[in-house]
């Protein structure tokens, strides 16, 4: 049995300016999709991608990641809560953020930029495609680091005790997050992005691995405690994943047909 080290979630106090761990992780995985988009950018020329592009991206992207995935936690997770509560609502430093939120955010982020630059929206989801793993890996490290979305009770020997999770051992599901849905599925994306495909294939395997490897993960995450397992003993992150497994399938489907 392990022990959580119990971070300090504060990584640098300037006063009353307190920086936490999350958001340098946020700002690493933000960081990671402007250099390694522009390392792409720049080898495969094929692809169409400028720099003003990819800086559009980013700049729209960050903005649909905090305000999809805090919406989505919202409406997906805590909906007659910040009913009653509405101006809690913007108070992101209390946490609460929504992958699948972020996601649909990301999305209405990318449908802006391909109008802008008049690009196809799907050529321009494949580019972006095999880049979101390294967010969701910066992500799941500060989930450890702050010792909070652990695994379910277990006696494995690599069972971890955190803080907050009681007396007993848990899967420290954070890391396997970070290896499945961060960098399994960075390494499966971008070895198949490196040559080209038809357009939406790229996209539609990005579906299909995110929904299968968080669906397999969620069963060693313990569930959040204000909705425990849904039905069919099923948790809101494995009932979310489903409908980006269908619309993976449909969408890889189509690619490949129309080539």
Do not use: T
């Not at 405690?225 to 099923?234: K, P, Q, R, S, Y």
């Amino acid at each position: 049995m392990l022990v959580h080290p119990n971070f300090d979630p504060v990584a640098i106090s300037l006063g009353p300016i307190a920086v936490r761990w999350y958001g340098l992780m946020y700002l690493a995985g933000f960081a990671l999709f402007f250099f390694l988009g522009r390392y792409r950018a720049r080898r495969d020329p094929w692809r169409g991608v400028s720099h003003a592009l990819i800086d559009d991206l980013l700049f729209f992207g960050v903005i649909g990641v905090i305000l999809g995935g805090r919406l989505g936690y919202v409406l997906f997770y805590k909906p007659g809560y910040y009913v009653a509560h509405p101006l809690e609502i913007i108070a992101v430093w209390q946490g609460g953020m929504a992958f699948h939120g972020g996601f649909l955010g990301v999305l209405a982020a990318l449908w802006y930029v391909a109008r802008k630059h008049g690009v196809e929206w799907l050529r321009l989801a494949d580019f972006v495609a095999p880049l979101i793993p390294c967010g969701l890996a910066a992500g799941r490290l500060g989930n450890f680091i702050n010792g909070e979305l652990y695994g379910r009770a277990s006696d494995v020997p690599w069972a971890m005790l955190f803080a907050h999770g009681g007396p007993v051992p848990r899967h420290p599901s954070q890391i396997y997050q970070f290896a499945l849905e961060g960098v399994l599925l960075f390494a499966l994306l971008w070895v198949y992005s490196a040559r080209p495909r038809p357009s939406g294939a790229v996209s539609g395997a990005f579906l299909i691995g995110y929904g299968a490897l968080r669906f397999i993960a969620e069963y060693f995450r313990e569930p959040d405690d204000f909705l425990g397992l849904l039905a069919l003993g099923m948790s809101m992150g494995q009932w979310l994943s489903l409908p980006m497994l269908l619309l993976g399938a449909g969408l890889l489907a189509y690619a490949l047909r129309k080539r």
